[in-house]
């Protein structure tokens, strides 16, 4: 009885396996807001335009004249997404590539080896993850005959991420040349790897130095509300003349070109 239910619980997860994607995989150069995602950066960019249009204007005007700025922040927020994805499509594709070296070092053919990591995944990836979709897309093209080589160079010009370039540049290469295919990818998903723990020990030791670079850019907000709160009028002076808006007009101009400025600086590309 076991057995009959291990062999159905198998049967299952090639069926998953064997599934054909609906629609060919996209391209994931651009980040697409879903429609909770584009609500939620619209409302979040509508409250900072009150915020900053009250501290340093108090002023429906400018609230008004800021609205044009959710355009480069949604494309900012674009950016970030896009950025997240990417890692994550990385990540998921190391680790389906190390179950198709396993099988590769098993004496799979080159397509068995993608189905048995395909089937594999079904354990841990949901059927709508990248990595599902792009190795569910990889099998039903190698049973029409496309050259693996061909396959990966598409999935790295479609996910427009180096590693996953470079990986298909040089499985490509060997290929022609009859290089050692399961050397390769093993070489390539370990290059990958240590990529990857350097990035994450970068990140880890500048945890706390981006914690500190959130709470100096919060500082002067913060400062403004309590001046407000605590002495009505004190800066009224420089809500209601020229010289006063000309003021706030040059020190948010400051205050955006040092948060831009930190925000680089954080950003370190492996």
């Known amino acids: ?10 049967s299952r997860i090639l069926n998953r396996a064997d599934r054909v994607p609906e629609t060919s995989p996209p391209d994931y150069g651009t980040y697409r807001f879903t429609r909770k995602e584009l609500i939620r950066n619209v409302a979040l960019y509508l409250v900072l335009d ?5 501290l340093f204007y108090r002023s429906i005007i400018a609230f008004v004249i800021f609205l044009p700025g959710a355009y480069p922040f949604l494309m900012s927020r674009r950016v970030a997404l896009n950025r997240q994805r990417s890692r994550k499509i ?4 190391t680790i389906g590539m190390q179950m198709v070296n396993a099988s590769l070092q098993a004496g799979y053919a080159m397509e068995n080896a993608f189905r048995e990591a395909t089937a594999e995944l079904t354990k841990i990836y949901p059927e709508d993850s990248f990595i599902m979709t792009e190795f569910r897309y990889i099998l039903t093209q190698l049973r029409l005959n496309v050259p693996v080589e061909s396959l990966l160079m598409d999935l790295g010009r479609r996910t427009h991420i180096e590693d996953i370039i470079h990986l298909a540049e040089v499985f490509q290469t060997a290929k022609r040349t009859g290089g050692d295919m399961i050397g390769i990818i093993r070489g390539a998903v370990t290059s990958i790897q240590a990529k990857a723990e350097t990035r994450e020990e970068i990140e880890t030791n500048l945890s706390g130095k981006v914690s500190e670079q959130k709470i100096m850019s919060a500082a002067p907000l913060a400062i403004i509300a309590y001046t407000t709160l605590t ?12 010289l006063g808006i000309l003021i706030m007009t040059g020190a948010l101009a400051v205050y955006a070109a040092a948060y831009l400025w930190g925000k680089k600086i954080m950003q370190i590309e492996v």
């Open 1 to 10: 009885m076991r057995k009959m239910k291990s062999a159905r619980s198998s």
């Open 50 to 54: 009150a915020v900053f249009s009250f």
């Open 90 to 93: 990385l990540a998921e594709f």
């Open 231 to 242: 002495s009505p009028g004190f800066l009224d002076v420089c809500y209601h003349s020229t």
